[in-house]
Structure formats: C-alpha cells, structure tokens
C-alpha cells in the first residue's frame, strides 16, 4: 500500500519506475516486481506508464492545457512519445481524444 501511495504522490515525476521504487523502499527490483505481478498482475513500469495515461485523459477532458503541459503533469519527460504511447492506449492522439470529448459534450 505504501508503494502505490508512493506512486500515485509522485506520477508527475518522470524519474518513477522500478529502480526508483527499489531504491525508496530498500528492497530489490526483483522483489518490486514480484510483488506487482503477484498483487495486479502487472508490472510495476506498466502501471505507472497506465496511471499517467489515465491522468492525461483526465486532464484533457478538464483542462484546456496544451498536450505539452499534459505531457509533463502526467510525468512525461518528452511530449512526442507521450502522444505516441497515448495514441497506443487510446486508438486517439491527445488532441483527437480531447476533441471527441469536446464533441460528446456538446448539446
């Protein structure tokens, strides 16, 4: 419970993945990733990577920031492979997911 307060405290941070999470809570990657797969069946960087997807989304649907604004809220360090990894998650790039939400919105 700690580590995923960890992260979801610090997603912003492009610097958060395995090592990070390894290094904060003394223990070693092997066991971090164990631990993820064992508990959410996924790994602990996949989980990450999904949280800022999820955050983006939310902050496109929101805020009228700029995708790169979004990039880095989300913890992206790099706004092109935020749109690509986005694009890969979604079917849509930032600006046509904000845009179709825009449309659903309308009356």
Do not use: C
Not at 24 to 47: C, D, H, M
């Amino acid at each position: 419970d700690r580590i995923l307060a960890y992260i979801q405290n610090n997603l912003q941070k492009p610097e958060l993945n395995i090592n990070l999470l390894a290094a904060r809570f003394n223990i070693n990657r092997v066991s971090v990733y164990r631990w993820f797969k064992r508990e959410l069946q996924t790994g602990p960087n996949a989980y990450i990577l999904r949280l800022r997807i999820q955050k983006a989304a939310g902050l496109l649907e929101r805020e009228d920031l700029s995708v790169k604004s979004i990039a880095f809220s989300s913890g992206f360090s790099d706004p092109l492979y935020f749109s690509r990894v986005f694009r890969q998650h979604t079917g849509l790039s930032p600006t046509e997911y904000r845009e179709m939400l825009r449309q659903k919105n309308q009356p």
